[in-house]
């Protein structure tokens, strides 16, 4: 920090009326004050105070000439002049228009009528003490809220599930349409477009003409998800009650709290969903279809493969070769019940029939 002067003084003097510039303070310093010496005089001098009201004060002369030349505008040219967000805040309201009101979008609660939309998942889930987690595989009506079928398996693979449609189907019929997630095993978009099958699970449905919907979120699917909910809740506990650690036992549980709860009254309905389900056949609310005979649904509930022919009109398939009739094709399709048997057919089935062709073998696993 520089030295400051050993003496040094500081005074604003009067304002001259005749200075040349109006407004201008004047400033002396002093080499012969001290620091602690610097004064600041603002005001009138005695001068300004004898020379009568005559004479106004240079604080007043300042007033006023700071209000002469002074950029600023005034208020009623700045309330005339408005700035630009200014106008657009104040009138922009005015020049757009409100939205029309339009029909809030209705959302719909359920279908109609039974067998219109089967909500189907599963859950894998430590159902009872084991090493491995076991997977419950469960389909509701939408309408009726009925369980039409619940099957416990070791892994959820799609050979599980067609197995559960293939006795849920015998049992109740054909549904309509089946409202599934995005899980890659049922395929991760809807069917309903025309194009071509995205899973093994879409093209059986598609050969039984029966629509496949992906739920676009776990919301959407509300009635199965709280099935799965309930289950978790109650089934623990009964099954670790019952000492149950095997499938065989735990599927007669099931089957029983099936019927069991297909009794009970739902409170959104008020009406138990077997009383449902009769309700709307009696009011001919129906859109379950006949399920097609025991040999369409071998076909299509299974796993379809390809093969190509060897040159002694053997196939390839499960680590052995097996030979078949006589054929002039090179390539053959395969239907695979896993863990049951399969046919060797001359091509797999194509829609609109959707038949089989010609059988060159069948074999038991």
Not at 112 to 121: K, T
Not at 134 to 153: E, I, M, W
Not at 175 to 190: E, I, K, N, R
Request: with cysteine; hydrophobic share 35%.
């Amino acid at each position: 920090m520089p030295p400051t002067p050993a003496n040094f003084s500081v005074s604003v003097g009067r304002i001259s009326s005749g200075s040349a510039s109006r407004g201008s303070t004047t400033l002396q310093a002093s080499p012969c004050a001290s620091p602690a010496a610097i004064t600041t005089r603002i005001g009138p001098s005695k001068s300004d105070a004898s020379s009568g009201p005559s004479c106004p004060s240079s604080a007043h002369r300042i007033s006023n000439s700071s209000q002469t030349n002074s950029p600023t505008a005034s208020p009623s040219t700045a309330i005339a002049n408005p700035s630009p967000p200014t106008r657009a805040r104040t009138h922009f309201p005015n020049l757009v228009l409100p939205p029309l009101p339009v029909p809030k979008p209705k959302r719909r609660w359920e279908r109609s009528r039974i067998g219109e939309l089967w909500q189907h998942d599963s859950s894998i889930h430590p159902w009872w003490a084991a090493e491995d987690k076991q997977t419950l595989l469960l389909t509701v009506d939408d309408h009726s809220r009925k369980y039409l079928g619940a099957t416990f398996v070791p892994t959820d693979t799609t050979w599980h599930h067609f197995e559960h449609f293939r006795r849920a189907f015998l049992r109740h019929g054909r549904p309509v349409a089946l409202y599934t997630d995005g899980l890659a095993l049922f395929g991760y978009q809807s069917s309903t477009d025309g194009g071509d099958p995205r899973s093994e699970f879409q093209r059986a449905l598609t050969a039984l003409g029966v629509s496949h919907l992906v739920a676009p979120s776990p919301q959407a699917k509300g009635k199965i998800e709280r099935r799965f909910g309930t289950f978790q809740k109650r089934l623990l506990a009964l099954l670790a009650f019952e000492r149950i650690d095997d499938y065989g036992r735990a599927q007669n549980l099931l089957d029983h709290e099936l019927e069991q709860q297909n009794r009970t009254v739902c409170r959104t309905t008020g009406l138990c969903p077997d009383d449902a389900w009769a309700k709307a056949i009696a009011d001919r609310r129906d859109a379950m279809r006949p399920s097609p005979n025991p040999s369409l649904l071998d076909l299509h509930f299974a796993l379809h493969f390809s093969r190509r022919l060897n040159a002694d009109h053997q196939v390839d398939f499960l680590g052995r070769s097996w030979p078949i009739g006589a054929t002039q094709r090179h390539t053959v399709a395969i239907i695979h019940h896993p863990g049951r048997q399969f046919w060797v057919v001359t091509t797999p089935p194509k829609p609109p029939e959707n038949r089989w062709s010609d059988v060159l073998g069948k074999f038991s696993l």
